[in-house]
T-cell receptor, first 114, second 111 residues
Framework: ETGVTQTPRHLVMGMTNKKSLKCEQH?????MYWYKQSAKKPLELMFV???????ENNSVPSRFSPECPNSSHLFLHLHTLQPEDSALYLC?????????????FGPGTRLTVT | EDQVTQSPEALRLQEGESSSLNCSYT??????LFWYRQDPGKGPEFLFT???AGEEKEKERLKATLTKKESFLHITAPKPEDSATYLC????????????FGQGTTLQVKP
């Protein structure tokens, strides 16, 4: 595997389900990110982790719960979601959180909440 | 508040017809301006980083330029495979890694 991988690629869940999204980066980076991409809206940053520590939570509802066990893996645990949470969820990584570093994105998980 | 506006929202070109995409930004202490390409159903693919006004970078048919208020992505003699959504993002003087994205320009190049 190379780059940033995400599983599953597609997920359909009911509002009462609990599911998790997984992201893995094979780039040796230290920072990882979750973004939400909704139709006709800019990418929205959700969470930032640097060396496994959360450094930013962009006012995300508690029904989204991130977990970063090490610098290579990032999870997004989902529970009691709403239909408006349907979107493409993107994971990204970068060498660190210094402002000059570019971020590399995974292919995303297309989430549909029914 | 940091802000990025991209124009046009959509652009249709004939193969070989050169054009430019615009990214206007407002940010406190620009630390970097980033261009990405996103194909349908995929994650954004990194293209360029520009750090200071006057800087230019090129890759194949793409050339990115930067001024103090905007960036342009020039596409020279585009091909159908250049069809994609092009995203612009900026990062300001905060060092938490937060990128502010524009809404993107969707480019369609017809043969």
């Amino acid at each position: 595997e190379t780059g940033v991988t995400q599983t599953p690629r597609h997920l359909v869940m009911g509002m009462t389900n609990k599911k998790s999204l997984k992201c893995e980066q094979h780039l040796g980076h230290n920072a990882m990110y979750w973004y939400k991409q909704s139709a006709k809206k800019p990418l929205e940053l959700m969470f930032v982790y640097n060396f496994k520590e959360q450094t930013e939570n962009n006012s995300v509802p508690s029904r989204f719960s991130p977990e970063c066990p090490n610098s290579s893996h990032l999870f997004l645990h989902l529970h009691t979601l709403q239909p408006e949470d349907s979107a493409l969820y993107l994971c990204a990584s970068s060498p660190g959180t210094s402002a000059t570093y570019e971020q590399y994105f995974g292919p995303g998980t297309r989430l549909t909440v029914t | 508040e940091d802000q990025v506006t991209q124009s046009p929202e959509a652009l249709r070109l004939q193969e070989g017809e050169s054009s430019s995409l615009n990214c206007s930004y407002t940010v406190s202490g620009l630390r970097g301006l980033f261009w990405y390409r996103q194909d349908p159903g995929k994650g954004p693919e990194f293209l360029f980083t520009l750090y200071s006004a006057g800087e230019e970078k090129e890759k194949e048919r793409l050339k990115a330029t930067l001024t103090k208020k905007e960036s342009f992505l020039h596409i020279t003699a585009p091909k159908p495979e250049d069809s994609a959504t092009y995203l612009c993002a900026v990062r300001g003087s905060s060092n938490t890694g937060k990128l502010i994205f524009g809404q993107g320009t969707t480019l369609q190049v017809k043969p």
